[in-house]
């Protein structure tokens, strides 16, 4: 897991840079970042529904490996968001899902 975290660590140095390269402020940058996450949910339910086939337009569009895929893109967004706003985001998303497992298991 810590490959994971020193990836997902270089990409939001890497998005840092680009904003900061724009002069786009540290809020403005962790409120994108955020809305990011609204986005890339938006395209795991525009699989759902094209793997569904449920728009009479578009038919079957997507399949499942589709979904998958778009719902790993909204984790690794999510996981992005969090390492650009907390420094120790590793430690913190461990004790946080420790927290929550505790309520379920």
Do not use: C, Y
């Not at 904003?19 to 786009?24: A, L, T």
């Not at 540290?26 to 395209?43: A, C, D, H, P, Y």
Request: proline share 3%; glycine share 10%; no cysteine.
């Amino acid at each position: 897991m810590d490959e994971v975290w020193k990836t997902i660590g270089e990409l939001g140095a890497r998005f840092d840079a680009h904003d900061r390269e724009r002069g786009v402020g540290r809020e403005e940058s962790v409120t994108l970042q955020i809305l990011k996450i609204g986005e890339e949910f938006g395209e795991a339910a525009q699989a759902v529904i094209g793997a569904k086939g449920t728009n009479p337009r578009k038919g079957h569009s997507h399949t499942w490996d589709d979904v998958e895929a778009e719902v790993a893109d909204v984790i690794v967004t999510a996981m992005v968001a969090l390492a650009r706003m907390r420094p120790d985001a590793p430690a913190f998303f461990a004790g946080h899902l420790r927290e929550k497992s505790e309520r379920f298991l």
